[in-house]
Nanobody, 120 residues
């Protein structure tokens, strides 16, 4: 059984920084793309960033230049450095990953989310 667990959320003032982490564990042959998405109160979940297995990343326009994603393929982890945070970044942040439990199979997994609140 594969699990994804996020950590690192919390309360931060506008302009501050947070680092989110996502760790995959269990029966893992490999991990393809990994992603962060977020859901603000009363809004639909929105995609934030994706990073491929070889490290290529794509960002939501509103976070480009403020957020930086990275991953460690050996540890099956992903991090999101969030700088210059704004109140509109407040949301539950979710990690998901396209994981290969066997060499010939890809499955999609989600974490339970971590709350990020940007407020003075």
């Amino acid at each position: 059984q594969v699990q994804l667990v996020e950590s690192g959320g919390g309360l931060v003032q506008p302009g501050g920084s947070l680092i989110l982490s996502c760790a995959a564990s269990g029966r893992i042959f490999g991990v393809n793309a990994m992603h962060w998405s977020r859901q603000a109160p009363g809004k639909q979940r929105e995609w934030v960033v994706s990073i491929t297995e070889d490290g290529n990343a794509n960002y939501l326009a509103s976070v480009l230049g403020r957020f930086t994603v990275s991953r460690d393929n050996a540890k099956h982890t992903m991090s999101l450095q969030m700088d210059s945070l704004k109140p509109e970044d407040t949301a539950v942040y979710y990690c998901n990953a396209n994981i290969r439990p066997r060499w010939n199979r890809v499955e999609d997994y989600w974490g339970h989310g971590t709350q990020v609140t940007v407020s003075s």
